[in-house]
């Protein structure tokens, strides 16, 4: 079945950076699209950025312009999310999710605290 487990979260100051990444197993990784969300508690979850398949082009949110950065690696089933300028707004939990046969699969997520 679809696993995706996320890493690399963790407590940063305003202006650090970060790498998440996710690995992923269960389905042909390099045929899905795969993105990164976020949600902080009580709000819903939002997207952060995309990994198109096949063709590896990007799509981020507005706020994630600039500063993220998705990048995959079909060798090793892996996206990652770089996260560079971090603000405290940054602070949630981001999920990885991939969209396989048009159903969207999610990790259990890695915490993110920008604080100082």
């Known amino acids: 079945q679809v696993q995706l487990v996320e890493s690399g979260g963790g407590l940063v100051q305003p202006g650090g950076s970060l790498r998440l990444s996710c690995a992923a197993s269960?389905?042909?990784?390099?045929?899905?699209?795969m993105s990164w969300d976020r949600q902080a508690p009580g709000k819903e979850r939002e997207f952060v950025a995309h990994s198109i398949r096949i063709s590896g082009s990007t799509i981020y949110a507005d706020s994630a312009k600039g500063r993220f950065s998705i990048s995959r690696d079909n060798a090793k089933n892996t996206v990652y999310l770089q996260m560079n300028s971090l603000k405290p707004e940054d602070t949630d939990v981001y999920y990885c999710?991939?969209?396989?046969?048009?159903?969207?699969?999610w990790g259990q997520g890695t915490r993110v605290t920008v604080s100082s």
């Open positions: 269960g389905f042909t990784f390099s045929s899905a699209t």
């Open positions: 999710r991939a969209v396989v046969d048009y159903t969207s699969y």
